[in-house]
């Protein structure tokens, strides 16, 4: 069974958390500071839920120590931080989280650690969250490129589980651009 950590039980980690559990052979740890909001989840649903500071490096170290895989999906303020914080615990991860500093500038540590860091970027029209800088198809780096579904959430699921079955043999930081 692989232990997967959702970082975030915010309106979409929580819907990862849900989605993800519906899957026998994972177990699903569900971790966020609101207590609250971890509670009604796993009131609901078989999702573990843990306490934790997402917003420093020991909480998100705490979070992520046992995890097969680890799914982002924290507020803007801390999304960029929380990532690099994963990768120096070695855990491989799906981020979703939105921020505007470049995930490519972990590049290099993630290859040092040896993690895999699939990273969803907004397109045109989005990017007052993000850097300037694009991502063209032949830059070095696979994208993986899915079109938009029902729903932004049920769009977002798609991703994670997509990226739960990306070649192990890749490492650093990878891209999924969403197309609007």
Known sequence: MSRIVVLGCGAVGRHMAIDLCKDPSYEVISVDVNREALERLAHEFPVKIRVEDLSTAEGVTRAVEDADMVIGSVPYSIGYVMLENVIRAGKNIVDISYFSED???????????GVTAVVLRRCAGHEQHHSRRSYPEDDGYPLRVLRRRHSKVEDRALRVQVALSCPRGFRGIHSIRQHC
Not at 103 to 113: E, N, Q, R, S, V
């Open 103 to 113: 995930p490519f500038g972990l590049d290099d540590l993630a290859k040092t650690m």
